[in-house]
Every structure is written in structure tokens, then in C-alpha cells.
């Protein structure tokens, strides 16, 4: 008997799309093909695509210290309720997740709480390089986290020196958070106050540059993994895509969907996040890149403050915006508007993060791999309400907006955790493993 049979569903196998059934045993894919035998389920995908289950490799879940505004449970109920099977999740919490006995102790918080898989990034700091040449085999861990620029939390290697020593000693993939404090610092004469459009004066396009020519240079001198979260500008677009092999690059939904000064216009603070929603000019490159298939990921930056918060006086008001349960809904919504392919976004979500960051069985839709699935019906359209979020901020930078394209179902070890948009069955999501 098997667990499950996904019947008639346009698959996403090997490139392209093929009518198959899948068939699913113990949390594993047995089979590809028609499938005859009896099944304890049967989800029937006539009209449906099929994917593999799509990852966002970056999402800030808050826990512990901040768990009023989100925490690793309602994360990954977002995560689910937007077809996000894993994710990868950020140690600028309270404490930092920066050694050993805080990276276990969120591993703890995760069992049985999280409905999706997950791994946990370790924090680098200017003092703990012993820890970051050590983490090759450490459960659940996706790579190293580097603020070279501070944001949200107090996780901040700013000096040279000192990022060289992260590079120096990383036994893994070092994701970067990219501005450059320095001038962060002089820039901050800059700030408006009640003024949310100065965020990108004060954040500016060379305080960006300035930080991802010195982490390329640095990377490079070690022979060093690195991956530039978030690139906003067109001057880092065409500097990265000079410098490919081992230096990655992702970029967010949000910069691909809104733009300044319209964004603060119309949402103010809310439109406010690290590093910035930049001009039409960077948009218009970023979609260059995407197009162009330069970058390598994209992930949702998923930043949850509450509403109370982000109302405050600029620039009193935290930086960050939810994003991991519209990641899809957003990005699915560009394909239909030709504006990518469906398989540049299968690189994005699934395959490209699966060879950064040596994922084991996920990604593909292959025998013997995972049965992760994201489930999802190109024609349906959906209204963003910030009342249906499942993020315990309660908003989104979408709301009301429109998108043609959505997950209807995940599939996570062969068990539906959502359909239709209701959660299903129990938290029981595991940590990925590495290769």
C-alpha cells in the first residue's frame, strides 16, 4: 500500500513538463510514471503543476527574544500556507544563534514546532572564527551569516580585519548581509526625520558597492563560498555578474515588484527595509538580472515587525517586511506576465539553492529523492489580505494586491501540510541535510 499517489499532475521533471502520477512511499518519491497500485491517499493534480518543493533561503522567524512578532511555529505556517516546503532561517535573534549551545538550543525550539523542514544559519561575529572553521557537520546548519552592514539585532562584523577572519575560517557557505558601516555612519547626517524616502539616501547605493566589492575581493583571496543576500543596485548587478563560480546572488520579490518613490508613497514605513527599495533605474536592472538568469536565488527576506512598530516616526521604525507566504503567489504572477520563465523560478527556489548550499534529496522531483512537493494551479487568482497572513505581524507589503498564480497544495515527506489554503496535520518538519 502506498501513502500517497499525486494522479494526472503536470510534473516539473527534468526540465520540463510532463503528465505523470507520482507515487510515494515512507517520505520518499518510488515512483514516476502510471501507477496502478492502491494508495492510503490520492491528491488528483488534473490541470495542476506539479513542482518540487520550493525553498526560501532566507527568512528571520524571530525566536528567540522577539516572539511577539513571530516565532519558528507561525513562521512555518506562513512558510506552508505559501507552498514553502524548507527554509533557511537567520540567526539575528535574542541572544544571536553566533555558537554551539545557541545553534542546539534552536534546533530544540524547532522539533515538533516547525511544519516545515529547516535549517539554521550560525552567526559570524568578530570573535568566533574557532566555531566557524568547525561547522562542516554540525545538524541543521545551511552556512554562516555575515552583517557586514548592522540591520535588525546586534549581529555587526564591520571591520576589515575582522571580515577577512570570517572568510578566513568559514567551513561553509557565508551569506552576506552587504552595506558598509562606515558609511552607514558618515551617511546617517542624511536621515530625514519623519521622512521615510531618505532610507535609500542613507543606505545608499555605494554603501552597498562598497561592502560587495570588499566581500567578492575577500571571498576570493580565501577561495571562499560567498552568497550577497538582498542586491538592490544596478552597479552591484553588473559588478557580480563579472565575478560568478564561486561568489552567488540572491535577489527578494519585493525589489522585483515594487519600486521608490511610489512604494513609500504609498506604504510609508512599511515599505522600509535593509537595504532599500531603491529607483525604477535598479529595478529595471534587477529584472535584467533575472532575466538574464545572473542571479542565483531568490529568497523573501522574510522580516516580520508588528504593525505598532512599523507605524513609528521614521526612523524609528524597524526595517523589514513579511514575505515568505507571498514569495510564491508574487513570483508565480511574474511568470504569468512572461516576465520569467517557469524554469528560471524552479532554478531560483529549488535547484540553485539545492547546489549552493549542497542540499541532500531536495530540489527535484527524481526517484528515491524527497517527497516535497509545491502543488500549484496557474489560473486561480488570489487577493492578498493581511487578515489572512499567518505571520503573527498580521500585514503584508501586498495587501490588496492581485496576484493570477498560486500554491493550492504542500507536500512535505509525502504528507499534505496545506490544501486549498487550510493547514493540515501536525508540525513535524526535520532539519535538511547537508552533502
Known amino acids: 500500500m502506498l501513502d500517497l499517489i499525486i494522479k494526472n499532475g503536470n510534473c516539473y521533471i527534468d526540465g520540463k513538463l510532463q503528465e505523470q502520477d507520482i507515487a510515494v512511499k515512507n517520505g520518499k518519491i518510488l515512483k514516476i510514471g502510471k ?35 513571530e516565532d519558528l511555529h507561525s513562521g512555518s505556517r506562513a512558510a506552508i500556507a505559501g507552498g514553502i516546503t524548507a527554509v533557511f532561517e537567520m540567526p539575528n535573534t535574542n541572544p544571536p544563534t553566533s555558537n554551539k549551545k545557541e545553534f542546539q538550543r534552536k534546533l530544540d525550539l524547532a522539533k515538533k514546532r516547525m511544519y516545515c523542514n529547516y535549517a539554521f544559519y550560525f552567526g559570524a561575529t568578530a570573535d568566533n572564527a574557532d566555531d566557524l572553521a568547525d561547522l562542516k557537520n554540525l545538524e541543521g546548519c545551511c552556512g554562516i551569516k555575515l552583517f557586514a552592514g548592522s540591520s535588525t539585532g546586534n549581529l555587526l562584523v564591520a571591520n576589515e580585519k575582522d571580515i577577512e577572519k570570517v572568510f578566513k575560517n568559514s567551513s561553509k557557505v557565508v551569506a552576506v548581509h552587504s552595506e558598509d558601516e562606515e558609511i552607514l555612519n558618515i551617511n546617517k547626517k542624511l536621515i530625514k526625520n519623519g521622512d521615510v524616502h531618505s532610507h535609500p539616501v542613507w543606505r545608499s547605493v555605494e554603501c552597498a558597492m562598497s561592502s560587495t566589492r570588499r566581500i567578492v575581493r575577500l571571498a576570493e583571496k580565501h577561495n571562499k563560498k560567498a552568497h550577497v543576500l538582498h542586491v538592490t543596485t544596478k552597479e552591484e548587478i553588473d559588478f557580480l555578474s563579472q565575478h560568478k563560480g564561486k561568489i552567488t546572488f540572491e535577489i527578494t520579490p519585493q525589489h522585483l515588484t515594487i519600486y521608490a518613490p511610489d512604494c513609500y508613497d504609498k506604504l510609508g514605513t512599511y515599505a522600509q527595509m535593509n537595504p532599500p527599495i531603491r529607483d525604477k533605474s535598479h529595478y529595471d536592472r ?38 515568505v507566504q507571498t514569495l510564491m503567489p508574487v513570483m508565480l ?77 504542500t507536500i512535505i515527506g509525502g504528507k499534505t501540510k496545506m490544501r486549498d489554503g487550510k493547514i493540515l496535520g501536525e508540525p513535524d518538519g526535520t532539519p535538511l541535510i547537508f552533502n
Request: charged share 25%; glycine share 6%.
Open 35 to 69: 501507477v496502478s497500485e492502491q494508495a492510503k491517499e490520492t491528491y488528483e493534480a488534473k490541470n495542476l503543476l506539479v513542482l518540487p518543493g520550493c525553498i526560501d533561503t532566507q527568512t528571520h522567524f524571530r525566536e528567540p527574544g522577539s516572539t511577539d512578532t
Open 286 to 323: 534587477l529584472w535584467y538580472a533575472v532575466k538574464n538568469n545572473l542571479n542565483d536565488t531568490i529568497g523573501s527576506d522574510h522580516a516580520p515587525h508588528l504593525q505598532k512598530n512599523k507605524e513609528k516616526i521614521y526612523p524609528n521604525s524597524p526595517s523589514g517586511m513579511p514575505g
Open 333 to 409: 504572477d511574474h511568470v504569468n506576465a512572461k516576465k520569467l520563465s517557469l524554469d528560471q523560478l524552479i532554478n531560483f527556489v529549488c535547484e540553485n539553492p539545492v547546489r549552493i548550499f549542497g542540499i541532500k534529496n531536495k530540489g527535484f522531483i527524481r526517484e528515491k529523492y524527497d517527497a516535497d512537493f509545491t502543488i500549484v494551479d496557474m489560473n486561480k487568482k488570489i487577493v492578498i489580505k493581511n487578515e489572512n497572513i499567518e505571520s503573527k505581524c498580521k500585514w503584508s507589503p501586498f495587501n490588496d494586491f492581485e496576484f493570477k498564480g498560486t500554491p493550492v497544495a
